[in-house]
Structures are given as C-alpha cells and as structure tokens.
C-alpha cells in the first residue's frame, strides 16, 4: 500500500505532455493569403486599364483614318469650283479664248520715228490713236477714218469698228465676242456686199494675235463695169471688246508695191480706241 507523501518527488517521465498543434491559426490564415489578393487585385486594375488604353487609341486610329475620305472631296469642290468661275462672265472669256494665241515670246516694237495720230468720230462716239510709218497719216474725213500715204494719197485703207449705228440708228458695240471670221463674215452680208472671203489666217500679235482675211472682190473697169475680180487682204483685231478692222481702199492697196501690210503689226500693236459716248 502505497502513502500519499507530499514530500515525494515526481520525476518528468511521470507528467504527461500535451502534443504540440500543428495545424496554422486562423489568424495566420488570413494574414499569408492578404498579400495574394492584394496582387491579384492590382493586377486585374493594371490589365484593365490597358485594355481600356488600347480600346481608346484603336478607336482613335479608327478615326483618323477616316478623315482622308472626306478631304478630297473638299478639295475636289474646290477645284471644280475654280475651273468654273470663269463662266460667270461669258462674254469676256469667249473674247480672251477668241484673241489669245501661243506666241514666240517676242515683243513687237513701234520704231521710234513713226508718228502717233488720234482721230475722232463724234457722232459714233469712237477716239481712235494709231502710230503711222514716215509718208503715212491717219485722220476722220468726217466720215470715215481713213490711213493713207501722205505724197499723193493713191495708198488708201479704211479703218472702222464694231461700234456704229444699226438700221433703226442706234448706236452700240455690235462685236459679241463670238468668233472674229464669223461675225466680219456675217458684216460683210449686212452691207450687202458681193466679197466673199477666201481664207483666214491667225497671226501672233504679242500675247494675242489678229486675223490676216484674203477677200475676193468684184474688179471695174473704168466704166463701173465688172471685169474679173481681185484678192485684197483684210485686218481684223479684238482690243477691249470692240473688233477693230482695216481694209484696202484704193487699187494701190491690192497691189504688192502696198505698205501697210509690211508694217501692220505695229500699226495694230499701236491702237488705243475708246468710246466716248
């Protein structure tokens, strides 16, 4: 029988151990997994951003390219809309396309000794100033502009323009600004006159040109009585919208030994005509 002593000492070996827990608190738990899903939040934020990012700049890039589509058209307009302006004044541009002609480039020059005249019809309201080669004037008669040699006048043209009175007497610019040959052809019926024309040519006059007009015309003998007929040459030029012409006058003017066509292209580069009423 075995005494309670309390004296008696109980060796280690007698005490029981408790074992050791070795499954993690939920404290801990909760701690090791908060880093993970912090990580995964920010990285959820990072991928949506940049897929919001790329989202925008392809819808931008989308954009963008579709503004070429519309900026030729624009431009298109616009181009139309400046080959088209012209047509806004008919009149000037059909006299510009009717006159205008590729040149040499050359200048032509008025010599220095020619004489410079200024003639006036009143009643037609026409100032005309022509430049005239030594020995040749130009003058109203009172009734027709005349160019002529000064020795013994047997060199005589006529000069007229498109302004004179109709039938019905009023007075106007009768040019159009149609073509040069038509219009001198149709003036040519309205004065009922027999010539006829035979052949146009256009030659350079500076930056325009003018038309050199072979007429056929009836021939006289000294009886009034027609004979034949004969070859005169025509000068027909545009300047400020109002046709301007110069024709053979007297026989000498038919003839070869004629000098008026060896100079008429200052004589024409000369003219300044204006209306005066």
Same mark, same amino acid.
């Given at each position: ?81 400046? &080959? ?14 009717? &006159?205008?002609?590729?040149? @040499? #480039?050359?200048? !032509? ?59 019905? #007497? !009023? ?7 149609? @073509? ?26 500076? @930056? ?7 007429? &056929? ?6 009886? #009034? ?33 004629? &000098? ?18």
């Amino acid at each position: 029988m075995e005494i309670d002593d309390p004296t008696h000492s109980v060796t280690p070996s007698e005490i029981p151990v408790q074992p050791l827990s070795t499954q993690p608190s939920p404290v801990n738990y909760q701690k090791n997994f908060l880093p993970i899903i912090f990580g995964v939040m920010v990285l959820i934020l990072v991928v949506g951003s940049g897929a919001y990012y790329l989202g925008t700049q392809q819808n931008n890039s989308s954009t963008n390219n579709n503004f070429p589509s519309t900026i030729p058209q624009d431009t298109m307009e616009s181009t139309t809309a400046d &080959q088209t302006s012209p047509l806004v004044n008919p009149t000037s541009n059909i006299n510009q396309s009717a &006159q205008k002609t590729e040149t @040499s #480039g050359e200048t !032509v020059v008025i010599p220095s000794n020619w004489k410079q005249f200024t003639a006036t019809d009143s009643d037609f309201g026409v100032k005309t100033t022509l430049s005239m080669p030594p020995g040749y004037s130009f003058r109203f008669s009172g009734s027709e502009f005349m160019i002529q040699n000064d020795s013994d006048a047997t060199e005589l043209w006529e000069y007229s323009s498109s302004v004179y009175r109709n039938n019905d #007497g !009023v007075l106007k610019n009768h040019y159009d600004g149609s @073509s040069r040959r038509a219009w001198y052809e149709k003036r040519l019926a309205e004065r009922q006159s027999t010539d006829k024309i035979v052949s146009v040519k256009e030659k350079p006059l500076d @930056s325009y040109s003018y038309l050199e007009i072979t007429v &056929q015309t009836p021939l006289y003998d000294d009886r #009034g009585i027609t004979s034949g007929t004969k070859n005169g040459t025509h000068y027909v030029y545009v300047q400020s919208n109002i046709l301007h012409m110069i024709t053979p006058a007297s026989n000498n003017a038919y003839t070869s030994a004629a &000098q008026i066509p060896n100079n008429i292209e200052p004589i024409l580069a000369s003219l300044i005509s204006v209306q005066t009423k």
